[in-house]
């Protein structure tokens, strides 16, 4: 049993078979929530599959959150920090990610009920650029007094090091979207 949440985060492209039936496997494992990323798709393809994915998630019990932008019908969405704002907040449970101290406070005081902080380790979604580690991700969880995930590069080795400096839970894709 987790002493932690985890957040799966979709990426289509990386599965090796059908989309559809790999959100049924991993909604069964019975993650915290699905952010569902699937940025290259034009709003109105991305709105049908957040209602299949969340269809399929609902049945286990797990919360599927849209990426990007809000989804009529859905309660919460989770922003990038520069597309956040207080408006979208006061219509949503609106999470936003943050790729620094500033941007966790400012997300923190716009409304964010949590935030993804990121990206922790190397990982090869963001290839060639470091990662900006544990105490990048320490400093963001004592500057808010909101839930942080840590994102990036996050393994079963080193989501308890997450935990430790102060994440209330992870994020991974890799790990989900490759899950067999």
């Known amino acids: 049993m987790l002493d932690y949440k985890e957040i799966v985060v979709t990426n289509r492209h990386l599965c090796g078979g059908d989309f559809m039936v790999q959100m049924d496997q991993v909604a069964r494992r019975q993650p915290w929530a699905v952010l569902l990323r699937e940025k290259d798709l034009v709003p109105e393809d991305?709105?049908?599959l957040a209602r299949q994915v969340d269809k399929i998630c609902g049945a286990h019990?797990?919360?599927?959150?849209p990426h990007?932008?809000?989804v009529q019908g859905?309660?919460?969405v989770h922003m990038p920090c520069a597309l956040a704002s207080e408006r979208i907040a006061a219509a949503y449970e609106m999470s936003v990610s943050v790729h620094s101290?500033?941007?966790a406070r400012r997300a923190q005081a716009m409304g964010a009920r949590f935030l993804i902080a990121g990206h922790i380790f190397a990982t090869a979604c963001k290839a060639g650029k470091p990662g900006r580690g544990l105490d990048?991700?320490?400093d963001v969880c004592v500057s808010v007094t909101i839930p942080v995930f840590a994102i990036g590069g996050i393994t079963e080795k080193n989501a308890a090091a997450c935990?430790?400096?102060g994440a209330s839970g992870i994020c991974r894709m890799s790990h989900w979207m490759e899950l067999s």
């Open 101 to 103: 101290v500033d941007e």
């Open 74 to 76: 859905f309660r919460q």
């Open 136 to 138: 990048f991700l320490r």
């Open 61 to 65: 019990h797990v919360t599927m959150i």
């Open 68 to 70: 990007g932008q809000p």
């Open 163 to 165: 935990v430790a400096a």
């Open 46 to 48: 991305y709105r049908k």
